[in-house]
């Protein structure tokens, strides 16, 4: 949480992509590969999958001794349910400005074009064996990892060869708008307006047909989401391809 290198935090995030079931990504992908690890001594117990509501993803594994609830995420939501923080071997309530300081490392990363997630875990009674999202609560924050993601290096050409065909490029991601402003940045594409998907969910159909018109990112947003941006294009008139 601090900004330092954790084998705890890297060991704990293998954990919870090396037992999950649901349908691998990217990030999990390169959390197994990024050097071996052996989870040998763990057995998994429950799975509490990812959703685009709490945006992120449970593991409960036990090693024999212990029964541990271990939890990746997107920070923010991540953060929601910690009530105490990890350093070292010492944990303490997670007070204002541990969550603030955390945040601008966030913040910090996700501006250099970082993906980041956070992860936290807690304790959990050996007498049960299903577990819900209501458990992921008071847990103990360990850390951030990053992911260095960039664009390939075909896509600015193919961002320029869209422009001199007079369409249109809108950027529909979940990830956050710091990083993707970073990566507009290395595309070139200048910014005209930004919608986050927290005010999506506020707006109704003729606001929204308004600000999607003018913005072309669309951030933190939901599949479902996406799909009510495009449909809203449409409704307006615009042919509208989607990638």
């Known amino acids: 949480p601090d900004g330092a290198p954790s084998e705890k935090v890297l060991y704990y995030t293998f954990l919870n992509s090396y037992f999950h079931t649901g349908v691998q990504n990217p ?7 990024f050097r071996p ?9 429950d799975e509490i999958p990812f959703d685009f509501v709490r945006r992120r993803l ?7 001794n212990e029964r541990l609830l271990i939890t990746k995420g997107a920070p923010e939501e991540v953060l929601s349910i910690c009530t105490s923080i990890e350093r070292g071997e010492k944990t303490d309530a997670l ?3 541990d969550r603030e300081s955390v945040i601008a490392l966030y913040h910090e990363k996700s501006r250099k074009g970082f993906r980041t997630l956070a992860v936290c875990t ?8 299903v577990f819900s999202p209501e458990d992921e609560q008071e847990m103990t924050l360990l850390g951030l990892v990053t992911f260095l993601d960039p664009p ?14 007079g ?17 507009c940045e290395q595309l070139g594409i200048a910014v005209t307006g930004v919608i986050n998907g927290s005010e999506i969910e506020h707006m109704d159909d003729s606001v929204l047909a308004v600000r999607v018109k003018a913005a072309n990112l669309l951030c933190r947003v939901t599949p479902a989401q996406k799909n009510r941006d495009i449909l809203s294009l449409r409704v307006q008139g ?3 391809g989607y990638l």
């Open 122 to 129: 807690r304790k959990l009674p050996r007498d049960r064996a």
């Open 238 to 240: 615009h042919t509208v």
């Open 37 to 45: 690890l052996d989870a040998g001594q763990f057995r998994k117990v």
């Open 152 to 165: 390939k290096e075909s896509a600015g050409e193919s961002v320029r060869a869209l422009a001199e065909s």
């Open 95 to 97: 007070s204002p400005g």
């Open 27 to 33: 990030l999990d992908e390169a959390i197994i590969s």
């Open 167 to 183: 369409i249109d490029l809108k950027i529909l991601t979940g990830d956050s708008e710091l990083v993707t402003r970073h990566v």
């Open 58 to 64: 449970s593991l409960v594994v036990d090693d024999g």
